[in-house]
């Protein structure tokens, strides 16, 4: 006798004797023959061109009415339904999950554990027989239930003794219009995944397993796409088989970089009024938003850029060109086309400014970070005496650990000498820049991978500086699109920052620190937004330089400033070269 696991202590029942339902599952006979057998492995080894369907873009099969009793499969779903379900997020899934079948009790879902045994003997044993491989007695199997919006984003399967992937389908009557479908992609010459090469509808009581090959050269990237339909679950039991003693995944080839870029001395004080809302260029609003940020690890201002500017700026998005960025297992994504910008554009203007020496030092001074040298530039530009050891302790920046973003703002030094004719060198920390404008719409999505966590670890801290454009007034937050940071193997989240119009996004991240954005689903519909994003290496934390110098003018950075003039008087650099490095990277 027992309770009812629904939770009334009313209901009591018999539970059914220990292996009531082994009997219950059944193979098609037709998947028994010994010729299926041969069929099978001419597919999965290359030996035929009979069945070329099934070998692209890589060997699969669906045996459809895989179970001989259709009563069996509706026992299974109805018990199925009724476990209890977790719901997953993470960059490549949305989906509810159940824990593996072998954590069940038998007491209470017998015919789930019944199906489990099944898979262990009269399934392995199939798969040995029509594959000629040996299976070791591990089997990972559990249940995945797809609902409106949920997806699974494109990877390959290939951990250490996986041999076999597969999926038992049990969702009646399910329309391929309705989403869910399993998508399989060809592969280009270095073995990412491109386009997707054949779409298969879940069908109920099939059984579709492929392998998955460790070795370089033999792909099995695949996704479960969005499910559209309302009211709709693509229910199934997936897991894998196992061998013992698999080889290392061979890594894929590394992924050309964006070249990052030294900041540039072509932007003068003129275009930073014209570009940057005024209110954060003031001083007291400056040192109030930093001391704002020394109680947070994360800030985003709104209204950031003049009215005039961002609404030119978003008008010539909406008609510039975007290319579709992948591969689809890290990323995909519109970027921007910067040689297609037309002349005098002003979209290339505020690409200048982001990349400037004017925006590194207003990021030094918006946060307490070491991309501008102020202390250089007063040694050789006034007599002044150095900051006080006082004033130094009482600085606010950014905290060294932990704080995974900083956001803190405070106005530029004043400076009245000239600078030298080489203070422009003496000027620059070792800064380094990279940055492009991404088009984020339905569909659209970015993902952690090895190679991103291989990346931060050599690049060190970075700064991300992300400006928002959009037509909407407010995003849809359960549509996705958010940036989301994760420290390496920690699944739980730092900071997530949602797309607004004319804001920016200031984060000062550790290199075991990495980024994502969410997938976009079917609730955004048409609309979308653009996003610049600019990220500087080199950046050190630590102890502001510039505390000392901020109370010496009231009014913030001043037009008078000679840090402007500087910028003003030296030979601007020729960025030709820049420009078409910048165009050939991305």
Same mark, same amino acid.
């Given at each position: 006798?027992?309770?009812?696991?629904?939770?009334? /202590?009313?209901?009591?029942?018999?539970?059914?004797?220990?292996?009531?339902?082994? *009997?219950?599952?059944?193979?098609?006979?037709?998947?028994?023959?010994?010729?299926?057998?041969?069929?099978?492995?001419?597919?999965?080894?290359?030996?035929?061109?009979?069945? =070329?369907?099934?070998?692209?873009?890589?060997?699969?099969?669906?045996?459809?009415?895989?179970?001989?009793?259709?009563?069996?499969?509706?026992?299974?779903?109805?018990?199925?339904?009724?476990?209890?379900?977790?719901?997953?997020? *993470?960059?490549?899934?949305?989906?509810?999950?159940?824990?593996?079948?072998?954590?069940?009790?038998?007491?209470?879902?017998?015919?789930?554990?019944?199906?489990?045994?099944?898979?262990?003997?009269?399934?392995?044993?199939?798969?040995?027989?029509?594959?000629?491989?040996?299976?070791?007695?591990?089997?990972?199997?559990?249940?995945?239930?797809? #609902?409106?919006?949920?997806?699974?984003?494109?990877?390959?399967?290939?951990?250490?003794?996986?041999?076999?992937?597969?999926?038992?389908?049990?969702?009646? =009557?399910?329309?391929?219009?309705?989403?869910?479908?399993?998508?399989?992609? *060809?592969?280009?010459?270095?073995?990412?995944?491109?386009?997707?090469?054949?779409?298969?509808?879940?069908?109920?009581?099939?059984?579709?397993?492929?392998?998955?090959?460790?070795?370089?050269?033999?792909?099995?990237?695949?996704?479960?796409?969005?499910?559209?339909?309302?009211?709709?679950?693509?229910?199934?039991?997936?897991?894998?088989?196992?061998?013992?003693?698999?080889?290392?995944?061979?890594?894929?080839?590394?992924?050309?970089?964006?070249?990052?870029?030294?900041?540039?001395?072509?932007?003068?004080?003129?275009?930073?009024?014209?570009?940057?809302?005024?209110?954060?260029?003031?001083?007291? =609003?400056?040192?109030?938003?930093?001391?704002?940020?020394?109680?947070?690890?994360?800030?985003?201002?709104?209204?950031?850029?003049?009215?005039?500017? &961002?609404?030119?700026?978003?008008?010539?998005?909406?008609?510039?060109?975007?290319?579709?960025?992948?591969?689809?297992?890290?990323?995909?994504?519109?970027?921007?086309?910067?040689?297609?910008?037309?002349?005098?554009?002003?979209?290339?203007?505020?690409?200048?400014?982001?990349?400037?020496?004017?925006?590194?030092?207003?990021?030094?001074?918006?946060?307490?970070?070491?991309? &501008?040298?102020?202390?250089?530039? #007063?040694?050789?530009?006034?007599?002044?005496?150095?900051?006080?050891?006082?004033?130094?302790?009482?600085? /606010?920046?950014?905290?060294?650990?932990?704080?995974?973003?900083?956001?803190?703002?405070?106005?530029?030094?004043?400076?009245?000498?000239?600078?030298?004719?080489?203070?422009?060198?003496?000027?620059?920390?070792?800064?380094?820049?990279?940055?492009?404008?991404?088009?984020?719409?339905?569909?659209? &999505?970015?993902?952690?991978?090895?190679?991103?966590?291989?990346?931060?670890?050599? *690049?060190?801290?970075?700064?991300?500086?992300?400006?928002?454009?959009?037509?909407?007034?407010?995003?849809?937050?359960?549509?996705?699109?958010?940036?989301?940071?994760?420290?390496?193997?920690?699944?739980?989240?730092?900071?997530?920052?949602?797309?607004?119009?004319?804001?920016?996004?200031?984060?000062?991240?550790?290199?075991?620190?990495?980024?994502?954005?969410?997938?976009?689903?079917?609730?955004?519909?048409? /609309?979308?937004? &653009?996003?610049?994003?600019?990220?500087?290496?080199?950046?050190?934390?630590?102890?502001?330089?510039?505390?000392?110098?901020?109370?010496? /003018?009231?009014?913030?950075?001043?037009?008078?400033?000679?840090?402007?003039?500087?910028?003003?008087?030296?030979?601007?650099?020729?960025?030709?070269?820049?420009?078409?490095?910048?165009?050939?990277?991305?």
């Amino acid at each position: 006798m027992s309770g009812d696991p629904a939770g009334g /202590d009313a209901t009591f029942h018999l539970q059914p004797p220990s292996g009531q339902y082994d *009997n219950l599952f059944h193979i098609n006979p037709d998947y028994l023959k010994s010729e299926y057998a041969e069929h099978v492995k001419d597919i999965l080894f290359g030996n035929s061109h009979n069945d =070329e369907t099934s070998k692209k873009p890589f060997p699969h099969l669906s045996l459809n009415n895989f179970l001989a009793s259709t009563k069996a499969v509706d026992l299974l779903r109805a018990e199925l339904r009724k476990a209890p379900w977790t719901k997953k997020e *993470n960059d490549l899934y949305t989906l509810s999950r159940t824990t593996d079948l072998q954590n069940f009790d038998a007491t209470i879902y017998p015919i789930l554990k019944s199906f489990r045994k099944f898979l262990a003997t009269k399934v392995r044993d199939l798969l040995m027989k029509i594959t000629g491989i040996k299976l070791n007695g591990r089997v990972d199997v559990a249940g995945s239930k797809y #609902e409106q919006y949920d997806m699974l984003l494109p990877h390959d399967d290939r951990m250490e003794e996986r041999k076999f992937a597969f999926i038992f389908y049990l969702s009646p =009557e399910w329309d391929s219009e309705w989403g869910g479908n399993l998508q399989l992609f *060809n592969s280009d010459e270095n073995y990412y995944p491109t386009n997707v090469a054949k779409s298969i509808t879940p069908l109920n009581n099939s059984f579709l397993f492929f392998d998955i090959d460790h070795s370089l050269g033999h792909t099995s990237w695949h996704c479960v796409e969005e499910v559209t339909e309302a009211g709709k679950a693509r229910i199934s039991l997936n897991g894998w088989f196992h061998i013992d003693d698999t080889p290392p995944s061979t890594k894929l080839p590394p992924l050309p970089t964006i070249e990052k870029l030294t900041p540039t001395l072509d932007i003068q004080y003129e275009d930073v009024r014209k570009w940057i809302n005024p209110l954060y260029i003031a001083q007291q =609003e400056q040192k109030a938003i930093k001391r704002l940020f020394a109680t947070k690890s994360e800030l985003k201002l709104d209204n950031f850029l003049t009215d005039e500017m &961002y609404k030119q700026a978003l008008a010539e998005l909406k008609s510039a060109k975007f290319d579709q960025k992948g591969p689809v297992n890290s990323r995909s994504i519109g970027r921007l086309d910067e040689a297609s910008l037309p002349e005098n554009s002003v979209i290339a203007q505020l690409l200048r400014l982001v990349c400037s020496e004017a925006i590194t030092l207003l990021i030094t001074q918006w946060t307490g970070l070491h991309l &501008y040298d102020l202390k250089s530039l #007063e040694e050789e530009t006034t007599s002044s005496t150095k900051p006080s050891q006082e004033e130094d302790d009482n600085d /606010d920046g950014p905290p060294t650990k932990k704080s995974k973003c900083t956001v803190d703002v405070e106005a530029p030094p004043t400076q009245k000498s000239k600078p030298s004719e080489n203070l422009g060198e003496k000027k620059k920390k070792d800064v380094k820049v990279v940055s492009f404008i991404n088009k984020m719409s339905h569909g659209c &999505y970015s993902l952690c991978d090895d190679q991103m966590a291989a990346d931060a670890e050599n *690049n060190g801290f970075c700064f991300d500086f992300l400006i928002f454009f959009m037509e909407k007034e407010v995003w849809e937050k359960l549509g996705g699109g958010y940036y989301s940071y994760i420290a390496v193997n920690d699944p739980n989240e730092i900071l997530r920052v949602q797309p607004s119009p004319n804001s920016v996004a200031f984060v000062f991240r550790e290199p075991e620190v990495l980024s994502f954005i969410k997938y976009i689903n079917a609730r955004v519909g048409e /609309d979308c937004y &653009y996003v610049l994003n600019c990220s500087f290496f080199g950046a050190t934390s630590g102890e502001s330089d510039s505390e000392a110098s901020v109370d010496s /003018d009231p009014d913030g950075l001043d037009e008078d400033d000679s840090n402007w003039e500087d910028f003003d008087e030296i030979e601007p650099e020729d960025n030709d070269e820049e420009d078409e490095q910048r165009s050939e990277a991305e």
